[in-house]
């Protein structure tokens, strides 16, 4: 009963498991680690929205507008990052772990070089991502 009650009335980004939703979550939380998101960072976020996810205008606004009302202040991914992957964290592909990685630090690059909030932020994210990878086969 605790469980239910807790996936129920909890904090639904604790419940995420798309990689694709997390890593969206992700770079709106890079976005906004220093204040409100710029329209230049919008704009970005929109578009690789379009072209790395592969959906409509609508859609990229629709996922940009659920991920900024979920992630609220962002003190919940930031102080508990961890819990915030964990549901996702074994469903990355090798391939989406990077491609997350590379989404977030262009997020945070957008306006020059990431602030120090994003840039520890962007690597905390890699971190716990990596470690659930497979690690790749070496041939000898």
């Known amino acids: 009963r605790w469980k239910w009650q807790q996936k129920v009335g909890g904090d639904p980004v604790y419940s995420l498991d798309s990689p694709m939703d997390v890593t969206a979550l992700l770079m709106v939380a ?10 230049e960072q919008k704009r970005l976020i929109l578009g690789l929205f379009e072209q790395e996810f592969h959906l409509s205008p609508r859609e990229a606004s629709a996922l ?3 991920s900024a009302f979920l992630l609220k202040d962002g003190e919940a ?3 508990n990052l961890g ?9 990355f592909t090798r391939d989406q772990a990077e491609s ?6 262009r997020v ?4 020059g ?3 120090a909030i994003q840039a520890e932020l962007i690597e905390a ?11 790749e086969t070496k041939w000898n």
């Open 108 to 111: 945070g690059s957008c306006e």
């Open 64 to 66: 940009l507008n659920s």
């Open 83 to 91: 819990k915030v992957l964990a549901p996702s964290r074994e469903r």
């Open 113 to 115: 070089k990431p602030s």
């Open 100 to 105: 997350a990685k590379k989404l977030i630090a």
């Open 77 to 79: 991914v930031r102080a």
């Open 30 to 39: 890079v976005a906004k680690c220093d204040g409100d998101m710029s329209v």
């Open 125 to 135: 994210a890699w971190a716990i991502l990596s470690k659930s990878l497979p690690q």
